[in-house]
């Protein structure tokens, strides 16, 4: 059976630092984009990185990029999304997704249109 496991959110100070995890049990890595998307109340989602499993290049939105790094372990089928420099605007519900295609790793993000997501951990920013 296949699960998705988000952990790793919090409240944390602006400026400060969290490491989100999720956790792809029985998901081939090598033949599905991974990836993280927001979603805060009353807003649209939001694709945040994603990463062709096994060896891709990541993608990340405008908004995250230079603060934010996807990467995966294949020995643990787990994906991690560090969060620095956070902002309020970070606030949100964080999910963790895959998809196996055909849709590109770039047009995931940009649609965040993930067939399979869990169910998600709330990361909150003070400012």
């Known amino acids: 059976q296949r699960q998705v496991a988000e952990s790793g959110g919090g409240s944390v100070q602006a400026g400060g630092s969290l490491r989100l995890s999720c956790a792809l049990e029985n998901y081939p890595f090598r033949r599905n984009c991974l990836g993280w998307f927001r979603q805060a109340p009353g807003k649209r989602r939001e694709g945040v990185a994603s990463?062709?499993?096994?060896?891709?290049?990541?993608y990340y939105s405008d908004s995250v990029k230079g603060r934010f790094t996807i990467s995966q372990d294949n020995a643990k089928n787990t994906m991690y999304l560090q969060m620095n420099s956070l902002k309020s605007e970070d606030t949100a519900m964080y999910f963790c997704?895959?998809?196996?295609?055909?849709?590109?790793?770039?047009?995931?993000?940009?649609?965040?249109?993930?067939?399979?997501w869990g169910q998600g951990t709330q990361v909150t920013v003070s400012s």
């Open positions: 990463i062709a499993g096994g060896d891709g290049a990541p």
């Open positions: 997704g895959a998809d196996p295609g055909p849709s590109s790793c770039l047009t995931v993000l940009r649609t965040a249109t993930f067939k399979t």
